[in-house]
Nanobody
């Protein structure tokens, strides 16, 4: 299973970016999906997550600014980031919990995409 993330970049404070992450490979189904971030010197932290049924969870620091969504048919998760702040600068990693055909739940990480918020 591979997770391919895209959409990072450089944006000015107050701007927007949209991250995407698609799961590919051989698996039975994709369960929870989410985005984490890690800034230099900090631990990796949860940004947002979404269940297969669409229930969402957000870090307090991004509530009201970020929106997570998914397309189950495409095994893809999105993160719409609005009103970006310099403190959002980090490497963003997508995460997915995937059932194999033995119905074991496995945890996968994408390669990370850099988001830089700066004027």
């Amino acid at each position: 299973v591979q997770l391919q993330a895209s959409g990072g970049g450089l944006v000015q404070p107050g701007g927007s970016l949209r991250l995407s992450c698609a799961a590919s490979g051989t698996f039975a189904s994709v369960n929870d999906m989410g985005w984490y971030r890690q800034a230099p010197g900090n631990e990796r932290e949860l940004v947002a997550s979404i269940t297969r049924g669409g229930s969402t969870n957000y870090a307090d620091s991004v509530k009201g600014r970020f929106t997570i969504s998914r397309d189950n048919a495409k095994n893809t998760v999105y993160l719409q980031m609005n009103s970006l702040k310099p403190t959002d600068t980090a490497v963003y990693y997508c995460n997915s919990k995937v059932f194999d055909y033995s119905y074991h739940l496995n945890n996968y990480w994408g390669q990370g995409t850099q988001v830089t918020v700066s004027s």
